[in-house]
């Protein structure tokens, strides 16, 4: 998803459009997390796109993240991330009910080699947004950091996952 260099990880909002020539291939992550053969190859075959709402709450400080997952020829999905490390539920068809929560973190703070990886000095710097999602039905728990990297000279909103 392609970047300029006004925006950060201190501000996501915006339309991201998945370039899937530079991601990696989602079918066995999708498989490991018991989403169906058929809605599994749908997603690989559509275009997704992520349209992004990134505000903070003056009173709190609390910084929210609402998402609207589109899908070409699917419906979409939408979520809402409060920045706070709070377990909330969500549920929608395609990941089923899970129990999800988000903060920002700084590079020490990912365990997992991985997902530190890649990242541009100014998402060091100011640092990440991390996802915690589980799964109990389906016995799985992903672990998601976003920021920015450089992809073949180009900047890139990314995300990478580890399940």
């Known amino acids: 998803m392609a970047a300029p260099a006004t925006i950060d990880i201190s501000n996501i909002s915006g339309v991201w459009v998945m370039n899937k020539t530079l991601s ?29 709402k990134h505000t903070t709450d003056l009173e709190t400080g609390v910084e929210q993240i609402d998402i609207n997952q589109s899908l070409s020829g699917l419906s979409g999905t939408v979520e809402a991330r409060k920045l706070d490390w709070t377990d909330r539920p969500h549920e929608d068809y395609v990941f089923g009910k899970v129990v999800g929560k988000s903060r920002r ?5 990912i365990d997992d080699e991985v997902l530190k990886k890649g990242w541009t000095e100014d998402t060091v710097a100011k640092g990440f947004i991390q996802s915690y999602v589980v799964n109990e039905e389906y016995q799985w728990t992903a672990e998601q950091v976003w920021g920015f990297m450089e992809v073949n000279g180009e900047r890139r909103y990314a995300r990478r996952v580890k399940l």
Request: proline share 0%.
């Open 24 to 52: 990696d291939d989602t079918a066995d992550v999708l498989a490991a997390q018991s989403i169906g053969w058929i809605l599994r190859n749908s997603i690989g075959l559509a275009t997704i796109t992520l349209t992004i």
């Open 105 to 109: 973190v700084q590079l020490s703070e």
